[in-house]
């Protein structure tokens, strides 16, 4: 791994499988004579490293961040991966790429973050995380041009995996990726909430979570049905969270609470006419609405 120091800001690029570390310390170039100003505090080291570059398409979003590999392919699977939890519960060796199955998942990891990195008819130039403050990482995805015949059929795009490690904040609450390319403009995907509250290992077995988050959705739906609710709602992001009573992070007033901690995920819905709706959810609580974000 080749690390280098600078001063701006705190990067990781990942070139042919390679991971660059980029580390922001307190140092300065000053002019002759010139004071030394008080030391800069030095900011963390973040290192992501691709561990496959194949992984599951889904039906709804194209970014996932969690704690543990089960917490992210439970996510990934209740949002309509492809294939299915079902599909990958077989023991055939053509899913064992595409479910992430029989992966090292790196001791060191401290995030897990599944993008797509592999475009249709682009090339993957490069990787870079950066952190614009204590609560925020900033993925950034580089393509190359376009190139491919224009009767070539798009298929839907697949996941891949990458391990972030190093010293990520404990105040981290949200990763953000965006994906460039030299013939467009930037395109951002979803905003996903973080919790580095959340354990590294799972609470409960894949199929038990999927089964959760499945069902946190369902009663989303279902408190919509008859309320004069937008026209469409579609699942657009999901992310772990941790609060510190049964309000889950939207106490209504007057309302008692019983005391946490509590585990759970924020998911987000799109809706028409353009808003995003948030919801809140723990296991053995019922979901909670925060309204529009």
């Not at 690390?3 to 140092?27: P, Q």
């Not at 609470?257 to 509590?262: E, I, S, V």
Request: hydrophobic share 40%; charged share 10%; glycine share 8%.
């Amino acid at each position: 791994m080749l690390s280098i120091i600078r001063r701006s800001k705190v990067t990781t690029h990942i070139w042919g499988g390679f991971a660059v570390t980029i580390l922001l310390l307190g140092s300065s170039t000053m002019a002759c004579g010139a004071k030394t100003p008080p030391p800069m505090a030095v900011q963390p080291t973040v290192a992501a490293t691709v561990l496959t570059p194949l992984g599951p398409a889904t039906v709804y979003g194209d970014f996932f961040a969690a704690r543990s590999i089960t917490n992210l392919k439970a996510m990934v699977f209740a949002f309509g991966g492809n294939p299915s939890l079902a599909d990958c519960s077989v023991a055939a060796r053509n899913n064992l790429t595409w479910c992430w199955s029989n992966l090292t998942i790196p001791t060191s990891a401290q995030l897990l973050v599944a993008a797509v990195l592999l475009d249709s008819c682009r090339t993957f130039d490069g990787l870079s995380v950066s952190a614009p403050t204590t609560s925020q990482l900033l993925i950034t995805i580089a393509h190359g041009s376009k190139n491919c015949p224009v009767q070539a059929a798009l298929s839907a795009p697949h996941l891949s995996l990458i391990a972030l490690s190093g010293s990520l904040p404990t105040t981290l609450s949200s990763v953000v990726a965006t994906h460039t390319y030299p013939d467009g403009p930037s395109k951002s995907t979803h905003q996903v909430p973080v919790s580095m509250a959340v354990p590294t290992t799972a609470t409960a077995d894949l199929a038990s979570l999927t089964s959760s988050i499945t069902g946190h959705i369902h009663s989303i739906y279902e408190s919509l049905v008859g309320s004069p609710a937008p026209t469409v709602i579609t699942p657009a992001a999901i992310g772990e969270g941790t609060w510190q009573d049964s309000s889950l992070g939207c106490p209504v007033g007057g309302k008692a609470y019983l005391p946490g901690p509590f585990v759970g995920y924020v998911i987000r819905f799109a809706t028409s006419p353009p808003s995003t709706l948030e919801y809140h959810a723990s296991t053995g609580l019922p979901v909670v609405s925060c309204g529009s974000v």
